[in-house]
């Protein structure tokens, strides 16, 4: 398994373990329709970088990459299930990035 298969792998798999643990937070107590507004929003940022990391579209994946830090700083508590799949994300994109080989391609 190279460094390209295991950075998509990873990718998916923090994708996967955002939406878990937003749908975990979701029936605390408090909720509202701007929670699952707010966290349908962020599990999806969290799918595009993982979708632009899987495609080795580097933009795709760094808009995912900065929305989940925009808003594990924002909100904190969801921060604390974002940004670790913010850092995950930004690493697999860059175990992915374009290489010497496929840029022209």
């Keep these: 398994m190279d460094y390209e298969e295991?950075?998509?792998s990873i990718a998916v798999i923090a994708a996967t373990a955002l939406t878990f643990a937003l749908l975990a937070l979701l029936p605390r107590p408090g909720y509202s329709t701007s929670r699952f507004v707010?966290?349908?929003v962020m599990a999806g940022v969290g799918w595009?970088?993982?979708f632009g990391v899987v495609t080795n579209r580097l933009g795709v994946a760094l808009v995912g990459v900065i929305g989940l830090f925009?808003?594990?700083f924002?909100?904190?508590t969801v921060g604390l299930a974002a940004?670790?799949?913010a850092v995950a994300l930004l690493v697999s994109a860059a175990?992915?990035?374009p290489t010497r080989s496929n840029a022209t391609a």
């Design 6 to 8: 295991l950075g998509r």
């Design 38 to 40: 707010l966290f349908g």
């Design 48 to 50: 595009v970088g993982a």
């Design 70 to 72: 925009l808003f594990g």
């Design 74 to 76: 924002w909100q904190f």
């Design 83 to 85: 940004l670790p799949v």
């Design 95 to 97: 175990a992915t990035g």
